[in-house]
């Protein structure tokens, strides 16, 4: 993965125990070794066992000149990735099953900003977790419009299938498994 400006062995490892910490603890914002975060997050997911929907053509290259890239339409991919607002519908992914919830997509986006203190940014939609890992309610902002928030609060909806989503700007994650309740400000 050195051709997406990554260590296989020391940043991959960075950013699964960085995955690992948002999505245990959601809605806190960790740091992986390089930028732009997504890329490292794909990297460190995808292998040939685990099918990839992105537009990212960079991205898309270089996972196939290592053998990586099973594409795959975003309605049955494990894994989804997009820049921003996506052409198409989270609804529309795959939610995993009542017995096998886990078989639902996870979806990577890059965002124009991602902030702890949800009053910070204007620019950005402040959205409240609460659920498994989070005292209480944690708020944050997001730098994703309200429409495209909502669609995600609407596929969380049917518990315990849903999508897993990860956000990423710069260097930075978070991320909103489908076991937790988001409410979009």
Known sequence: MRSLGLDPVADTRATFRALCDAMSRPGTIQAVPTDPADHAVVATLVDHEVSLSTADTELREKLASHGRL???????????????????????????????????????????????????????TTITLSGPGIPDTRSVAVGLPTEELDAITATQSTYPRGVEAIFTAGDRLLAVPRSVSMEVA
């Open 70 to 124: 099973d594409d795959a339409e975003p309605e049955t991919a494990d894994i989804v990735h997009t820049h921003g607002v996506p052409t198409w519908n989270v609804a529309d992914l795959t939610r995993g099953t009542l017995v096998e919830p886990s078989e639902g997509a996870t979806v990577i986006y890059r965002v124009d900003g991602l902030s702890a203190d949800a009053d910070a940014d204007l620019d950005l």
